[in-house]
């Protein structure tokens, strides 16, 4: 996974104190965040098309719902993994 830098994206910058990296920071986290969630939902989204295809196309209603059980079980690996916010 990539960083984020301050240089990547502009600033704007509080003008009396001109303190913004924690502000910063804390967006980069957030996004950092979003595209790890992003990142499983894809994952989830595309075993889960490929379970049902499985069930319904495929003819094996058993093999389609083990893909889908593990398409689940991914789903919830991801929302689990996502590092709690560091206050």
Request: glycine share 12%.
């Amino acid at each position: 996974m990539s960083t984020i830098s301050p240089e990547q994206f502009p600033v704007i910058e509080d003008p009396a104190t001109g303190a913004a990296a924690p502000e910063f920071a804390e967006h980069a986290r957030t996004y950092a965040g979003f595209v790890h969630i992003l990142t499983w939902f894809a994952v989830h989204m595309l075993l889960l098309l490929g379970g049902l295809y499985v069930m319904t196309l495929g003819g094996s209603v058993a093999g389609g719902l083990l893909i889908m059980a593990f398409a689940v079980g991914i789903l919830v690996y991801g929302l689990l993994s996502t590092a709690a916010p560091a206050h």
